[in-house]
T-cell receptor
Framework: GQQLNQSPQSMFIQEGEDVSMNCTSS?????WLWYKQDPGEGPVLLIA?????ELTSNGRLTAQFGITRKDSFLNISASIPSDVGIYFC?????????FGKGTKLSVKP | DVKVTQSSRYLVKRTGEKVFLECVQD?????MFWYRQDPGLGLRLIYF???????EKGDIPEGYSVSREKKERFSLILESASTNQTSMYLC????????????FGPGTRLTVT
């Protein structure tokens, strides 16, 4: 079946750092979406991408739909403490809904 | 704003009990979903529904059933709870036209002892 490989699994951030994460698949998707889950809450949609090559920003967040339609990345610029949480990628195709396993962002001690 | 609510945030049940998890959305969404979330495994789809009284199995339906008698309400049922069903359960909904943009509830953390 379809699978999404999301990396890194976890990372530590220091305030002000830029963060990058990505999802790759051997399958083609028509849609890529990125969600963030705060501790103890449900995921919240951050960015939705519907066209190959599309680059979309939402404040300090930037996401791109890979030109091959098999990957997507999410960048967070100038991270702040409230960026901690779990980020999920989500690929959609022909009614199939696949989530990556998540990237957990924590604050560097 | 879309609001998806779940009946309980935390639930503790005993092995063998019948468990009902309820989800209600207030935006007239056609599609509703139940996921379970486990560390290292991400979100896994249990069941979904595209219409009232309609249901489709997801990736891990074993041990679960669902009910959708009204458009706004989607229930997940554990017929006989087992310890391996201890998990975070998330409900989500989407419109028919933008079916991939999911709105999630806050989750129910179920512990089966």
């Amino acid at each position: 079946g379809q699978q999404l490989n999301q990396s890194p699994q976890s990372m530590f951030i220091q305030e002000g750092e830029d963060v990058s994460m990505n999802c790759t698949s051997s399958s083609i998707f028509n849609t890529w979406l990125w969600y963030k889950q705060d501790p103890g809450e449900g995921p919240v949609l951050l960015i939705a991408l519907y066209k190959a090559g599309e680059l979309t920003s939402n404040g300090r967040l930037t996401a791109q739909f890979g030109i091959t339609r098999k990957d997507s990345f999410l960048n967070i610029s100038a991270s702040i403490p409230s960026d901690v949480g779990i980020y999920f990628c989500h690929g959609g195709s022909q009614g199939n809904l696949i989530f990556g396993k998540g990237t957990k962002l924590s604050v560097k001690p | 704003d879309v609001k998806v609510t779940q009946s309980s945030r935390y639930l503790v049940k005993r092995t063998g009990e019948k468990v009902f998890l309820e989800c209600v959305q207030d935006m007239d969404h056609e599609n509703m979903f139940w996921y379970r979330q486990d560390p290292g495994l991400g979100l896994r789809l249990i069941y979904f529904s595209y219409d009232v009284k309609m249901k489709e199995k997801g990736d891990i339906p074993e041990g679960y059933s669902v009910s959708r008698e009204k458009k706004e309400r989607f229930s997940l049922i554990l017929e006989s709870a087992s310890t391996n069903q201890t998990s975070m359960y998330l409900c989500a909904s989407t419109t028919g036209t933008v079916a991939y943009e999911q709105y999630f509830g806050p989750g129910t953390r179920l512990t089966v002892t």
